[in-house]
């Protein structure tokens, strides 16, 4: 089910802490953020929440959506989405009508109104005036470079035995004050899919908080239910795959040209990949990374990694549903947002599409990580 989200006041989430007083927020929401606010909502209103734990897979897991089979959750309105929560999917949420920025993708260096064009496909140079092109990353929306609309909050902590201002405590918050300007005012709306919720479910979610400083007014949120697009992937898409097949035979020199049997086709990823993190030691070559990576994304033997287009961080936070003791998180490795994987294959591109279509990569793909979709390089 797809989900527009307006947002009644700025919102803060996640994000990178600077310096001591200064942090950033991003301008998307992941998955796990927007199951977090659900949960929260859910809690807030359980009768039968009495601070104890459940355990999940040996975990002892605190504060956690569960059908809990009390007599409070006879007459509770969540009791049949407690019984499923974990079930449900949540995607990524971006800014309405933005997509990511796919890590090939190169814009004109002397004007971003020019569109991109792509280094898998296309000759290094601006497609309106000839110029030099650099690659980008980020959003973009109408096939020019996009940015949310930024606010700056100066917060101060207050001593509670003077009432005055705690030395030392003046921090600074950036957060996504809109999306949009609709007639001389800030909107703000981000678009992603829920599935396992009926409407009727998701009406109940009538003053639902996203992000983090909520406490302080951030993230007031109300949820509209969007009209499904239920028209089936038709030929079209095939097509442009074949020619994307062709025009990256054509511009690449480092591949087998030789085997008319290979199919070449391309992947993006609209979220991060989640992976087990991995410590490599020693020397490796080309072929030693692509077989890493085949491996870590469980890619089907049918498939040969060809390029890889991407960028990695290692994250090890905090889970806050487990005890203090045992709250820090094993490493994992993200594989960032926009990367491109190229492939290639002997099946036809049929086979691939089916594929590939409806597949996620990696772990917690139920909060929206691993999302991708089939990429051919801007061929219109």
């Known amino acids: 089910m797809r989900i527009r989200m307006d947002f009644k006041s700025p919102l803060l989430v996640g994000g990178k802490r600077l310096t001591s007083n200064y942090i950033e927020g991003i301008d998307y929401i992941p998955g796990n953020i927007v199951r977090a606010g659900f949960a929260r909502y859910i809690l807030n209103e359980c009768a039968a929440k009495d601070g104890s734990y459940v355990d999940i897979d040996g975990v002892k897991r605190y504060n956690w959506v569960y059908f809990r089979d009390s007599d409070a959750c006879k007459s509770c309105k969540f009791s049949s989405i407690c019984k499923k929560f974990s079930d449900i999917k949540f995607s990524f949420f971006y800014p309405e009508g933005s997509e990511i920025v796919p890590l090939t993708a190169m814009k004109c260096k002397e004007d971003d109104s020019h569109g991109y064009i792509d280094s898998l496909v296309s000759k290094r140079e601006c497609k309106i005036c000839g110029q030099r092109v650099e690659f980008t990353s980020g959003l973009r ?16 902590a207050i001593n509670p035995y003077t009432g005055t201002s705690r030395d030392g405590s003046l921090y600074t918050l950036v957060a996504v004050e809109g999306t949009v300007k609709e007639n001389d005012s800030i909107k703000s709306y981000f678009e992603g899919t829920i599935e396992g919720m009926t409407e009727e479910e998701l009406q109940l979610f009538d003053d639902l908080r996203i992000g983090t400083r909520l406490s302080s007014g ?55 990949v989640k992976l087990p993190y991995i410590e490599l030691e020693g020397y490796k070559t080309t072929d030693d990374y692509k077989k890493i990576w085949q491996d870590s994304l469980k890619i089907d033997k049918n498939y040969s990694i060809q390029k890889i287009y991407g960028e990695t961080n290692i994250y090890r936070g905090y889970d806050t549903s487990r005890d203090i003791k045992n709250s820090r998180e094993e490493a994992v490795l993200h594989l960032q947002k926009g990367s491109v994987i190229v492939l290639s294959s002997t099946l036809p591109f049929e086979e691939i599409y089916d594929d590939f279509s409806q597949k996620a990569f990696g772990l917690e793909t139920e909060n929206g990580y691993g999302s991708n979709k089939i990429y051919y390089g801007g061929i219109e």
């Open 141 to 156: 929306k109408a096939d020019k470079p996009y940015s949310v609309i930024w606010n700056y909050f100066t917060r101060t």
């Open 218 to 272: 951030f993230g007031q949120v109300k949820l509209h239910i969007l009209e499904e697009n239920n028209d089936k992937p038709h030929q079209s898409i095939i097509d442009k795959m074949e020619i994307f097949s062709r025009k990256f035979k054509s511009e690449n020199n480092d591949i087998d040209k030789l085997n008319d049997k290979l199919n070449y086709f391309a992947i993006v990823f609209d979220s991060d």
